[in-house]
């Protein structure tokens, strides 16, 4: 088990190791023998050291590659797609290191089923791989990593393509999509918390379908943060809607009249075209015959 030697005062001493290890030669021999327990990508990594290359695609490899292949990965598939590339220790890249072989080591297709698992989390957003994938996606996009990671990226882009929708010319780990729109999976939206009038709406707008159990599912271009705009959106209209209505009836009680397009408009701070919107939809009443 490896130990750190003890640091140097100077930096330029920090760089000549020979001279480091004269010093601390006798400091070294001193230092407790301690036994550590190997995990299987750390045994991996020894033998391919000490024996080469095998015959697996995933030795095929090169060892820098595969190394930290196995370590992002478990990164990702530990901490979720918000996780950092840094900021962690070494025991904890040991850990992510031994989640990541056990798939690697099985091949391309068993990253591939790794990466479909990835969109089947639950609270996930699956339409966008890049958002998914987390820091899997953002290393493999570096633009530090030479043509020896293309193998890598290559099962990837496939992934990418099979499984989800990719505009024609999109570049996708530095390959253009052919534009082939697939069918990925869509997530009903949950009608918790959120207006079940404003749900239909989305069907009636094209944003949104009704699948054969009976829930809505937005469509594939459709965010969270769409939809969470679009009901802050119609709770706003109709609080103002609410407003004019208790105004008119004021008014009507006390001169038993209407008000306008135009004054409602002003009214409401919004244009004439954007009443006639909160009329159709049910956010203000409307006499089309009178124009009020």
């Not at 609410?242 to 009214?267: F, K, P, T």
Request: proline share 2%; aromatic share 8%.
């Amino acid at each position: 088990m490896l130990v750190c030697l003890p640091a140097e005062k100077f930096y330029k001493d920090a760089k000549d190791f020979a001279a480091q290890l004269r010093k601390c030669h006798g400091w070294i021999l001193d230092q407790p023998v301690a036994q550590a327990n190997c995990s299987a990508f750390e045994l991996y990594l020894t033998n391919r050291i000490l024996n080469g290359r095998g015959e697996r695609w995933f030795d095929c490899l090169e060892l820098n590659v595969a190394s930290r292949a196995c370590e992002v990965l478990g990164l990702r598939i530990a901490k979720g797609p918000l996780a950092a590339l840094k900021g962690h220790s070494e025991s904890e890249w040991m850990s992510y290191g031994a989640q990541g072989f056990d798939i690697l080591k099985d091949g391309p297709s068993a990253l591939s089923d790794c990466l479909a698992a990835m969109a089947r989390e639950d609270g996930l957003d699956s339409r966008f791989f890049g958002r998914l994938f987390g820091p899997w996606m953002a290393w493999l996009k570096s633009r530090g990593l030479g043509d020896e990671f293309e193998p890598l990226r290559d099962v990837v882009r496939r992934h990418v393509f099979n499984n989800f929708s990719v505009r024609k010319g999109v570049l996708v780990l530095g390959v253009a999509s052919d534009g082939i729109v697939s069918l990925n999976e869509q997530q009903s939206l949950s009608l918790e918390g959120y207006a079940k009038r404003n749900a239909e709406d989305l069907i009636s707008r094209g944003l949104a379908e009704r699948d054969a159990a009976g829930d809505i599912i937005p469509m594939s271009f459709v965010t969270q943060k769409m939809l969470d705009a679009y009901e802050r959106e119609k709770m706003s209209f109709r609080a103002a809607g609410y407003s004019s209505r208790n105004a008119a009836d004021e008014e009507n009680a006390q001169c038993g009249s209407l008000i306008s397009v135009s004054e409602a408009a002003r009214r409401l701070r919004v244009t004439a075209k954007t009443v006639a919107y909160m009329v159709q939809h049910g956010l203000l009443c409307g006499l089309a015959a009178s124009g009020r």
